[in-house]
């Protein structure tokens, strides 16, 4: 099975920075797809953004294309998510989450929660205006 641990969450003011981070334990990233979801409170969890396992193919969702950078470090089971120019409605806890995918899936990005079977425990961003 797969741990993931996220971190960097925490209070910005609105057009401020924050760099989150997972790590993963118990298995190496290296052929699983990974992603970010973020849940506010009494929404439904939505896809933030997606990058495949090798790293070559990335997505965001609408809300965030310009502002948030998806990364990953395979050798370091880490993977990143730069967000910048946050805005109040970026407020959410925002969960990492793993799949495990195929060698030819170097490309495939998922964007659907149930497509990942790996979640962490989430980590609270709070974007104050």
């Known amino acids: 099975q797969v741990q993931l641990v996220e971190s960097g969450g925490g209070l910005v003011q609105a057009g401020g920075s924050l760099r989150l981070s997972c790590t993963g334990s118990?298995?190496?990233?290296?052929?699983?797809?990974m992603a970010w979801f973020r849940q506010a409170p009494g929404k439904e969890r939505e896809f933030v953004s997606g990058?495949?396992?090798?790293?070559?193919?990335?997505k965001y969702a609408d809300s965030v294309k310009g502002r948030f950078t998806i990364s990953r470090d395979n050798a370091k089971n880490t993977m990143y998510l730069q967000m910048n120019n946050l805005k109040s409605e970026d407020t959410a806890v925002y969960y990492c989450?793993?799949?495990?995918?195929?060698?030819?899936?170097?490309?495939?990005?998922?964007?659907?929660?149930?497509?990942?079977?790996?979640w962490g425990q989430g980590t609270q961003v709070t974007v104050s205006s």
């Open positions: 118990g298995r190496t990233f290296s052929t699983y797809a």
């Open positions: 990058i495949s396992w090798s790293g070559g193919s990335t």
């Open positions: 989450a793993a799949a495990q995918a195929l060698l030819g899936q170097a490309l495939l990005v998922k964007t659907r929660g149930y497509e990942y079977a790996y």
